[in-house]
């Protein structure tokens, strides 16, 4: 078992910057992938970003650029620093995590950003 624990959500207008981060305790030795995804009112929720154990990384077309996924090794931690942020990227984002050997997906509970135009 994961569990996740997201911080760094809140309310900023447009242009501005915002950092998520989400830290991991429980089975943390069989993470692989972490990463971020978002589910906005009405739509699916859809990958971010996400970034392997190694480094390797990953973003949806509408966010390269913007926004720079991290994560710390060390502290079971992964970050997502999005700037010049538009109303678009207003959505519940969600951490998630990937465990080996079965690919077994845990998520956090989410937070909510709000981009005003």
């Known amino acids: 078992q994961v569990q996740l624990v997201e911080s760094g959500g809140g309310l900023v207008q447009a242009g501005g910057s915002l950092r998520l981060s989400c830290a991991a305790s429980g089975s943390i030795f069989s993470i692989k992938t972490m990463g971020w995804y978002r589910q906005a009112p009405g739509k699916q929720r859809e990958l971010v970003a996400d970034?392997?154990?190694?480094?390797?990384?990953n973003y949806a077309d509408s966010v390269k650029g913007r926004f720079t996924i991290s994560r710390d090794n060390a502290k079971i931690t992964v970050s997502l620093q999005m700037n010049s942020l538009k109303p678009e990227d207003t959505a519940v984002y969600y951490c998630?995590?990937?465990?080996?050997?079965?690919?077994?997906?845990?998520w956090g509970q989410g937070t909510q950003v709000t981009v005003s135009s």
């Open positions: 970034i392997t154990r190694d480094g390797s990384t």
């Open positions: 998630r995590v990937e465990t080996a050997p079965w690919a077994r997906a845990y």
